[in-house]
């Protein structure tokens, strides 16, 4: 009998499973735009709730709109507490957590909002003439700082404020340029600088902070927060590069504001990157994040402590290899916990003062917002993973133990059939171990043959990593019937700065010949890969790299290049931040021609007369860091040389592709481009 009743429980598992999986579906596009997004997140000042963004997008809208949320740290349903018709952002508790502040341009321009939690509408709490860009409230409540741009040369922020309205308004829409830095990443900036302004905490009587023809915070290498008060909201410190040319160096430095008169440069010795600084709970010390080589923006930072008591400078990560990222004080102030970059994940640690040990706290999957309550005996933080977006979690410090506290996307997540991504490691070109990410379709069966699309990550100094990408979605990619590959060659960050430096001036050297090794492995020893139907597809240094690819091999069967450097001289005259090519290849391409040469694809298209592998390229026309010229270039060498070759450019998009029409079309060419020429 007992036999007979384990058989049916037996029986009816597998008849459960086996309906479950029958249940799920592969992933789509609609999906990715489907799962809601949470984006910032505070703790309240009693450590007994979370307010976050969560932001949803609509595909026929074309567009996302973000509310605020209310989460107790014990867990349970969320509670929706803006409108869902407008967009709310940037959530922050009042100091006495009596109410909950966000921004809103509900009325046309970006203001202050303050909504009580005892009940009520938010109500505006600014008149500011400029929008207002971020905020943070002091800790005694008394003042805000907040960040606007505006016109240097204006008299006033009223005048500031009045020209852009007759700009906005003049039929002529010339630039008139007279310095760099004059456009960033997706806009013009000709006389528009970053300012920090103070309010009273009736969102009345401000005043400029940092006047001048300056930006603070800086438009790039910045931190997760620039500016912020001392505890006792008496100082305020705050990150500027003030030197003549900014688009040339990476001198961002530290300055604090004792007094309305004083203003001192902490970190005046240092012409490297310094960013992110956070007092201590005391306020005798200030923790800030610097870089040690001038110049170089993927240079591995340390955490340094600036006593403010005897003006010395101590570093407390100058022996650990990797790059700190968020930081926090403990309450107590005898400990930091940060987060790192580290072989596709983002691990969690904790760094004693007094003896500098660092110990891992939390070490799978990708980890930020990091969060502590008031009594120091809980963490709060984001975590993602390949197969699930941003969710908020729980750490009890002193048994180690996480709990989720969120699962917004549950519900969709239970439809898709999705695997995890698995580690490989191979042994590259020169004896040096390299590591990667595979991931498999669908209903996959080991007995069957899989083509292979393999991704090459931007940055260069960037990461593959176990997220959930918005953009170059591992899963999706991999919904089609693909087997997914993306190895962090050298160059990549979170295998040591080493590792890391090894791409600087040799752009298509070590990373192509790790790439190609990585393949090699990749085919040698997944039986499941179909090694006659390998396509490859990249963004930014990624779509760099497949040009430097189609003028170098003929291995793939199609190319996908998003976003990428073809002539690198070019590039480097029409690009914003220069420090990044100067060091990257040695120099100006005036001074120092001899590297933008070799690496640059440009220079072998000859080749493509003994091959030539379909190429689709891809570009946002608002792209200024990789401007458009890079693939109108590409293109037309391809087409002159006939190649089988196909341009999409975006002319509402800049270096990401954020719109979702925009998206859709993207991935469904995507996948045309490469089903067409792989099956």
């Known amino acids: 009998m007992m036999t007979m009743r384990k058989s049916l429980i037996s029986l009816f598992l597998l008849t459960f499973i086996a309906t479950s999986a029958a249940d799920k579906r592969a992933m789509t596009v609609e999906d990715l735009w489907a799962m809601e997004r949470i984006g910032e997140v505070q703790l309240s000042p009693d450590g007994s709730q979370l307010v976050f963004e969560l932001t949803r997008y609509s595909m026929e809208k074309n567009s996302g709109i973000t509310s605020l949320w209310l989460l107790s740290t014990r867990g349970g ?65 008394h003042r805000l700082a907040f960040t ?45 600088k970053n300012h920090v302004f103070i309010c009273d905490a009736l969102g009345k009587n401000y005043r400029d902070m940092t006047p001048g023809d300056y930006n603070s915070p800086p438009l790039d290498l910045t931190g997760l927060q620039d500016y912020v008060f001392s505890p006792n909201s008496e100082m305020l410190a705050f990150v500027s590069n003030r030197t003549a040319m900014p688009a040339a160096n990476t001198n961002n430095d530290i300055f604090l504001i004792l007094d309305e008169n004083n203003e001192i440069c902490l970190t005046a010795d240092n012409e490297a990157v310094d960013n992110f600084p956070i007092f201590s709970p005391d306020g005798n010390l200030l923790a800030y994040k610097a870089m040690k080589r001038p110049g170089f923006e993927a240079d591995e930072y340390d955490i340094k402590i600036y006593d403010l008591r005897n003006k010395s400078v101590i570093s407390l990560t100058d022996h650990f290899d990797l790059s700190p990222e968020e930081m926090i004080w403990s309450p107590d102030g005898k400990t930091i916990l940060f987060n790192a970059e580290e072989r596709g994940r983002e691990p969690i640690y904790r760094i004693d003062l007094s003896s500098r040990k660092i110990e891992k706290l939390i070490s799978d999957h990708m980890n930020s917002s990091l969060m502590i309550s008031p009594d120091g005996k809980t963490l709060y933080f984001k975590r993602q993973s ?27 997540l239970s439809e898709l059939e999705l695997y995890a991504v698995e580690d490989f490691t191979f042994t590259s070109f020169d004896g040096q171990q390299a590591h990667g990410f595979l991931v498999k379709p669908p209903f996959f ?47 990549s960050k979170g295998y040591g700065q080493e590792w890391c430096d090894a791409v600087s001036k040799d752009w ?26 390998v396509a490859a597809a990249g963004a930014s240094f990624g779509g760099y790299m497949i040009n430097w690819i189609a003028t170098q091999t003929d291995r793939f069967k ?24 100067e060091w990257e290849f040695g120099g100006t391409p005036y001074e120092q021609p001899e590297l933008y040469e070799k690496w640059s694809p440009s220079v072998y298209v000859e080749n493509w007369r003994k091959f030539s592998t379909p190429t689709l390229v891809t570009h946002g026309e608002r792209d200024y860091r990789v401007p458009v010229n890079q693939a109108l270039q590409m293109f037309t060498a391809l087409q002159r040389m006939g190649v089988p070759s196909r341009l999409i450019v975006f002319p509402d998009e800049d270096h990401f592709v954020s ?7 993207w991935w469904n060419e995507v996948f045309d481009w490469i089903e067409r020429w792989i099956k």
């Open 148 to 192: 606007a741009v505006v016109n240097p040369q204006a008299t006033g922020i009223e005048e500031s404020a009045a020209w852009n309205k007759a700009a906005q308004e003049s039929a002529v829409k010339a630039y008139i340029v007279d310095q760099l830095l004059f456009r960033t990443w997706n806009q013009w900036i000709v006389n528009k």
């Open 445 to 491: 069966d080991p007995q069957n043959k899989y083509p292979l699309i393999y991704l090459i990550h931007g940055g260069p100094q960037g990461m593959w990593a176990d997220d959930f990408h918005y953009r170059w979605n591992t899963e999706l990619f991999a919904s089609r019937g693909y087997v997914v590959a993306a190895v962090n060659f050298r160059g």
């Open 77 to 141: 349903e969320p509670r929706c507490l803006t409108s869902t018709e407008t967009s709310s952002r940037m959530p922050r508790w009042t100091p006495d957590g009596a109410a909950i502040s966000f921004l809103s341009s509900r009325n046309g321009k970006s203001e202050i909002y303050l909504l009580p939690l005892n009940g009520g509408e938010p109500s505006v709490l600014t008149d500011f003439p400029l929008d207002i860009e971020s905020y943070i409230w002091s800790p005694n409540g």
């Open 386 to 412: 390949s197969i699930m977006p941003n969710e908020l979690f729980a750490m009890d410090l002193a048994k180690r133990a996480i709990r989720r506290l969120s699962f917004i996307n549950q519900p969709l």
């Open 659 to 665: 719109k979702p029409q925009n998206a859709r079309l």
């Open 508 to 533: 298509g050297g070590g990373p192509y010949q790790d790439l190609m090794s990585g393949l090699d492995y990749l085919v040698q020893n997944y039986s499941f890969i179909d090694a006659n139907k």
């Open 558 to 581: 199609a190319l996908v290049s998003h976003a990428g450097a073809f002539d690198l001289r070019s590039k480097y005259g029409s690009t914003e931040e220069l420090w990044f090519p």
